[in-house]
């Protein structure tokens, strides 16, 4: 059961999908598990559903792990889906969100190349896709988008770390998320959870062009982040990803803006300044703790804010 | 499973954009000799790089020759992979 399973200690896919499974069973009142899709190994590609009634609510998108070394995203993806059903009823601000809208969460995008950093390579960030005559494997699936494919800040050289792959869409993890949040037709925001740096950006990374309601998300992102500094002490910087980091072409949340979903965000997590992608375990739970309270502020204003 | 030994994370203060783009000209060489943990992005935020053991002589004397500061962020990877490796098991059997 999900009482025996170690929310501040790393797992494997399989150990992943078998407590989604369990949590699923416990927890099957509010949430349910949906395949949207296979991965390129053609394993299942799943998303956490939870909802309190009705359908088609207005919706709200969180993904992890699409580069799959990132480790602390899942680990920080799982404890946020145990963190909304044991706050629901408790947390007024969270019991309101899901009276009135839906969560999805992807705790693993890229469950190829996750399940590859445990078997060979720790430090693999791509999915595991491979096409004839291409002597690399993998697409960088956060430059696989349609919005600005191809770009600045993306690369079509298939052995770079941000190989865009050979057309939008082109890889599978990729196509699922588009048909789902596409079909559903009414997610309202959109989450996509990265490490690290510690950063919260929001669109677009593809130009330097400010979105039309950048003050808006400048003002949301200032609020959030400031909510989790107040947990842990934690400072993370803000902005358009393109003004912040860097010119990034074909990403998910320039796709989900210019899909119509305004509240689009992509957060970097911490490594405390030293561990990079290898942040220890102990430091799982304090990120997710973190983490909670911009997700909270963010979800909060886009119930409060609808369009 | 690949093994990493020896394998450094070294962090670089990139003073301008032109130390920047000699920065980016280490992404293109071949076969790859550095894997960027933090790319290239201005020249307020450090750049992190994956440097391989058989590498680190070259890449630490391109960057000493062309003024750029560097500190060693992660000394030897191996060594925090087998910590992790090692957390995994312990909280495996704790869970069992």
């Known amino acids: ?307 | 499973q690949m093994n990493f030994t020896g394998d450094q994370v070294l962090r670089v203060l990139a003073k301008d954009e032109k130390q920047l783009s000699l920065l980016r000209d280490l992404e293109g060489l071949k076969p790859q000799k550095v894997d960027f943990w933090r790319a290239p992005a201005r020249p307020s935020l450090p750049v992190d790089m994956r440097v391989p053991f058989s590498e680190l002589k070259d890449i630490k004397a391109y960057l000493e020759s062309h003024g750029l500061a560097y500190s060693i962020m992660i000394k030897d990877i191996q060594v925090l992979l087998d910590e992790e490796r090692e957390a995994m098991a312990k909280s495996r059997r704790l869970e069992r």
């Open chain 1, 1 to 307: 059961s999900t009482s025996s399973f170690s929310y501040s200690s790393y797992h494997t896919l399989e150990e992943i999908y078998s407590w989604i499974d369990n949590f699923v069973t416990e927890h099957s009142d509010m949430v349910s598990k949906i395949q949207i899709g296979s991965s390129f190994e053609n394993r299942s590609i799943l998303v956490l559903k939870f909802s309190t009634g009705g359908s088609q609510r207005p919706a709200i998108w969180i993904d992890a792990g699409i580069h799959s070394r990132e480790w602390i995203t899942h680990a920080t993806g799982i404890w946020t889906a145990k963190k909304i059903v044991s706050e629901y009823g408790k947390d007024p601000v969270l019991t309101d969100i899901l009276k009135a809208m839906d969560i999805f969460i992807e705790l693993v995008t890229n469950p190829d190349g996750f399940a590859f950093t445990h078997s060979m390579n720790r430090l693999w960030r791509k999915n595991k896709s491979t096409r004839p005559g291409i002597f690399c494997i993998g697409v960088d699936l956060n430059r696989n988008w349609k919005s600005g494919f191809g770009g600045n800040g993306s690369n079509a050289n298939p052995c770079s770390e941000t190989y865009h792959g050979p057309s939008p869409q082109s890889e599978p993890e990729v196509a699922a998320i588009v048909d789902f949040i596409t079909t559903h037709g009414n997610f309202k925001a959109l989450i996509s959870i990265h490490s690290y740096s510690q950063m919260l950006m929001y669109p677009y990374g593809k130009s330097l062009e400010p979105v039309s309601n950048e003050k808006e998300l400048y003002y949301l992102a200032k609020d959030a982040v400031k909510a989790l500094h107040e947990v842990h002490g934690i400072h993370y910087i803000f902005g358009s990803i393109s003004t912040t980091l860097y010119l990034a072409s074909g990403i998910t949340v320039d796709w989900a803006y210019d899909s119509g979903i305004k509240y689009a965000f992509s957060f970097e997590l911490r490594d405390t300044g030293r561990y990079g992608f290898l942040l220890p375990a102990t430091q799982i739970i304090p990120t997710a703790q973190e983490t909670w309270m911009a997700i909270l502020t963010i979800m909060e204003h886009t119930l409060k804010h609808p369009y």
